[in-house]
Structure formats: C-alpha cells, structure tokens
C-alpha cells in the first residue's frame, strides 16, 4: 500500500443545502445589518439598488465562483491552493490566513458587545443616554486613543464565552461542527429577523422610514462614488478575497456545482440585506417621528447603529425588551457563523502544512487568536484599536488582497479560461466570455479605483481624526503587518512540502486537467 492512498481523506461537506447554509452564513454578518442600510440611504436609496445589483453580477457572483473553482479544484486552504497554480501565489494565500487572524480578533469583541447588550436589553440597563453607557460605563473607554490603563472585564467574560463556543463547533469538523452548527443558526437567524421586520413595520413612523430608504434618486446614478460604493457593498458582504471561500469550496465534493451554489448564496446574502434594511429603517422611522425630527437625523451606522441608535429606539418603543433581545440575539448568529468561516481559514492552513489532527489545531490557533482579542479588545482602548483595525484591514487588506489575487490569476497566471473550463465541467450555468471580463477587467478597475480614492481620503485627512502616530501603528501597520507576515510564511514554506491530505498534497498540477469523479 502507498504512503498517499494510508492517508487520511480530506473532510467534506454532508450535503449541498449544508456548503450552502456555511457560505450563507459566511456571507452575512454584521455588514449585512448595519451597513448596508446606511450605504443605500446615503447613494440614492432605492436607485442605489440598480448599481448594487449590476455589482452583484459583474464582480459578486463572478468572485464567488472563482473562489468556488479554487478550493475545490486544489483542494486546499488558500496558501496551498494558491502554490498549486503557481508557487509564489502562496504568499497570497498566507496573506489571506493573517487577514482572517486580525479581522478574528475585532469581531469576537463585537460579538461579545452584543451579547451582553441582549442581556441589557430586559431592562434597558442604558437609561437615557446609551452613548455614554457605552463608552464610559460598559467599554470604561480612555480619552486618550491607544493608552491602555484598565482591563474591562464587563467585555472579557462575554469574549471568552465568544470564543468557547466557536472553537467547539470548530473541533467538530467541517460536517458534524460547521455544517450542523449553520444548519442550525441560520434558518434561526432567518426566523428572529421576520419577526423583528413585522415588528418593524407596525411601529408609527415605519412608512416615512422605508420612504427614507427606497425613494430613488436618479440623479445619483451618474456620480461615480455611487457605482463604487455598490461595488464596495458586494465585495465586503460577500466573504470573498480572504481565503474564506477558497477553504469552504475545499470540501465540496469533486462533482459540485459551482456557478448555481454561488448564485444561490450571493442572492440569499443579498436579500437578507434587504430585510435588514427595511427593518432598520422602519425602526429609525419611529425613532425619528418619536423625536420629531427627519430620518436624515437619526440614521447612523456600524457601533452607532447598533450601541446607541437601536438602545435609544428599543427604550422609547412598545414591548422594546422583547426587541432588543431579538435584535441582538440576530447580530450574535449572524455574527457567529462569520467569525467561525474566518478562523476556519486559519485552521485549514495550519493543518494542511503541518498535518496537525484538527482539535490540536483548533485549539492552538484559537488560542493564540482568542488571546491576542483579549489582550487588544477587552481594555478601555479597545474601541479605538477595534475602530482603526477594522478600517485599514478592509481597505487595505481584503480589498487590496483581492486585487491582488484577481490580476495575479487573470493576467499574470492566465488561469480564467482553464478555470472556467474547471467549472463549466460540473456547473449547471455555463460561464461565458462575461465571467472572464468581469474578473480580468471591470474589476479590477473597480478595486483599482476604490484603493486610490481611499488613499485619497488617508491623505487629505486623518482617519476618524485619529493621530497620525496612532494610525501609524494601529492602522497602516496592521495591514502592512498582514502582508508582511503573508510573504515571510511563503518564504518560510517555500522549500517544505505540504503536510495536507492526498487531494491537495503539494505536487505539479495543472489547471487545464479534466475534474475526476468522485
């Protein structure tokens, strides 16, 4: 018997519906419900969905089953996925894994925040002024951005917690932990989010709020912010360009189909954004027609949305208890199935290099990510090092790693065609030329573009008017710091064959090669 056919088979998913509930609940998070709306709001409410949805056809579905091709052809978490098509690609892989790192230990902390705020909820512990509940009685925040003087343990027990229950749905593997774990959340999250909508809707003000929201205005469809903040929407709500589709589609079985699955869960991903969006802006309806003002005065979004808008709505609204405790239950699984999709991704890689058994993986980078959260995020500057992280990394780093990506596979590899071959092979849509336009032209302009306006914007002014010398460290040193150990763990690899399963073992192989049965 050969060494390769003694080794272990690489997990897969039980069923298509379980692959499919894990990328829908990769997809939506916490964007879905507190950015998304605000976006639309703010380019041309109902008119933003016509460059939302050419976004989703030209740059989300296309993404998706680039990733989709990726994973289940290679068999293999991004770095080593990526090797096999060419093997300084690796580095864009490891890149990836510390995305997912950075990106781990920011939305555990705010997962944690909802998950003592449902608590608070029952008797609306915020009084009359949520904003600085927040700030000075829950996070203790310093005046003083990056100056760490108190622990807060009112933050630190609900991490742990955060963290405990995501790395024992980890330990269980991909089918009897993730696939079982999203089966589960996410026809939940689905159920608590109608109930929160119909609730939504029969509250006074609901209609000047959706008006607020869907009335297009057509004249913004001629600027190109517009267009770009679509594009933005898609790419960051989608879980694609940090490796985390790459690893889920890994599992697929070899006969997968993969443009239906990716059109299946952009458009349920896109959807829930939706819902999200009506049952934010009806609320923000009543709370404007409450405070006798425009919804214009009252629509935030993000940690405002969620920490100090919705606190103050769920206070001044009938039976508020038994809606806050819905509205963050909601943002705990929704957030729940995402942060367990990123650390995944870590966990995969460090398997298929060092041929770790999955628990003694799981709890070795769990560790080290759920330490570092605790370290960053359970002080009194947790805030501002959550604030800036959040920002450079999404800039910076999954957008620019996805650029990357996409001009290395489209024009420096030429892969697309040999890809799409790949997934035509078992797909039951058929790509055409559109899907290599998409990826090798519209964009990567798109990104291109939203890289130097972003830049612009750094330029002219300090990122929520931070120091210079705290967005240095805080902020452009961590998405440096992420490409930077990216490139040292490709060179560190470089001259080590991979310790992953036979599928994906780290040999020559071609992207033209027929898909093997499974």
């Given at each position: 018997m050969s060494t390769k056919a003694a080794q272990p088979?690489?997990?897969?998913?039980?069923?298509?519906?379980?692959?499919?509930?894990?990328?829908i609940g990769s997809a939506i998070g916490l964007g879905n419900i507190w950015r998304f709306p605000a976006v639309t709001y703010e380019h041309?409410?109902?008119a933003f969905l016509i460059p939302y949805l050419a976004a989703l056809l030209t740059a989300g579905i296309p993404l998706l089953i680039l990733e989709y091709t990726i994973g289940r052809k290679y068999r293999s978490s991004p770095p080593g996925a990526l090797r096999k098509l060419a093997k300084p690609a690796e580095a864009i892989g490891w890149w990836q894994v510390a995305i997912c790192f950075v990106v781990a230990t920011y939305y555990a902390a705010i997962?944690?925040?909802?998950?003592?705020?449902?608590?608070?909820?029952f008797d609306q512990a915020w009084g009359d002024d949520p904003e600085g509940f927040l700030n000075n009685d829950f996070l203790k925040l310093n005046e003083t951005p990056g100056e760490v003087s108190t622990f807060v343990p009112g933050v630190a027990w609900p991490l742990v917690a955060v963290w405990v229950?995501?790395?024992?749905?980890?330990?269980?593997?991909?089918?009897r932990g993730i696939e079982r774990a999203n089966i589960v959340f996410i026809p939940l999250l689905v159920g608590f989010f109608l109930v929160l909508v119909v609730r939504a809707l029969t509250l006074d003000g609901a209609a000047e709020g959706l008006n607020a929201l869907f009335t297009p205005d057509w004249g913004a469809l001629s600027e190109g912010s517009v267009w770009v903040a679509a594009y933005g929407q898609i790419f960051f709500s989608l879980s694609v360009g940090f490796g985390i589709m790459i690893t889920y589609a890994s599992y697929l079985h070899r006969k997968s189909d993969l443009s239906g699955s990716a059109m299946v869960a952009a458009f349920a991903n896109s959807s829930f954004e939706i819902l999200a969006g009506v049952a934010v802006f009806a609320t923000l309806g009543f709370m404007a027609q409450a405070a006798g003002v425009g919804v214009a005065d009252v629509t935030s979004s993000g940690v405002g949305l969620a920490f100090v808008a919705f606190p103050q709505i769920i206070s001044e609204m009938p039976?508020?208890?038994?809606?806050?405790?819905?509205?963050?239950?909601s943002l705990v699984i929704a957030g729940l199935t995402s942060l367990i999709s990123i650390v995944q991704v870590i966990v995969a890689a460090v398997q298929d290099r060092t041929g770790l058994a999955r628990v003694p993986a799981v709890l070795g980078v769990g560790g080290a990510v759920a330490l570092v959260s605790l370290l960053l995020f359970a002080n009194d500057s947790g805030l501002y090092f959550l604030d800036t992280a959040d920002h450079f990394i999404n800039q910076y780093g999954i957008a620019l790693a996805g650029l990357v990506l996409l001009i290395t596979v489209s024009?420096?590899?030429?892969?697309?065609?040999?890809?799409?071959?790949?997934a035509d092979a078992t797909s039951s849509v058929g790509l055409g030329r559109w899907w290599r336009i998409c990826l090798g032209v519209i964009t990567p302009l798109v990104l291109t573009w939203m890289m130097?306006?972003?830049?612009?914007?750094?330029?002219?002014?300090?990122?929520g008017g931070y120091s210079t010398d705290f967005l240095l460290w805080a902020g452009w040193g961590v998405a440096g710091g992420a490409l930077l150990v990216g490139v040292v763990l490709a060179l560190l690899f470089r001259r080590r064959p991979a310790a992953d399963h036979p599928e994906s073992a780290d040999r020559p192989e071609s992207a033209d090669s027929p898909e093997r049965s499974a």
């Open positions: 088979q690489r997990e897969q998913w039980g069923s298509r519906l379980g692959f499919l509930m894990a990328a041309g409410g109902g997962l944690a925040w909802a998950v003592r705020y449902t608590g608070f909820s229950l995501t790395l024992v749905v980890l330990a269980f593997g991909v089918r039976m508020g208890a038994l809606f806050g405790v819905l509205f963050f239950v024009w420096g590899l030429r892969k697309l065609p040999a890809l799409q071959r790949n130097v306006d972003s830049l612009r914007h750094e330029l002219d002014e300090n990122y």
